[in-house]
């Protein structure tokens, strides 16, 4: 069955960098495109960006457009979300998605989820 496993999360000081990983099995990884997004707590999950199948399209809210980024390798099934300048409202458990679409910006496009990694900032 299809796996999405999310790894890479924990406490960070303001300002800190993380890096998130989603480790794709059981579906074929280079057909979807593969999204990230992210629920704080008494918040309702939102978009955090999205990358095409190739890499060659991507989309990010605005709240994280130019600390974040979105990159994938197709040969190791995986997708990575850099977090630079956290802040404390990133605070939040992170997931990963894949959706067949070409991008995809809402969560009722996504085929597959994963469990979540947990990310929290320190001010």
């Known amino acids: 069955q299809v796996q999405l496993v999310e790894s890479g999360g924990g406490l960070v000081q303001d300002g800190g960098s993380l890096r998130l990983s989603c480790a794709a099995s059981?579906?074929?990884?280079?057909?979807?495109?593969m999204g990230w997004f992210r629920q704080a707590p008494g918040k309702e999950r939102e978009i955090v960006g999205t990358l095409t199948r190739t890499g060659g399209g991507s989309f990010y809210a605005d709240s994280v457009k130019g600390r974040f980024t979105i990159s994938r390798e197709n040969a190791k099934n995986t997708v990575y979300l850099q977090m630079n300048g956290l802040k404390a409202e990133d605070t939040a458990v992170y997931y990963c998605a894949a959706a067949r679409a070409y991008i995809a910006t809402r969560e009722s496009e996504y085929d597959y989820w994963g469990q979540g990694t947990q990310v929290t900032v320190s001010s």
């Open positions: 059981g579906l074929t990884f280079s057909s979807y495109s």
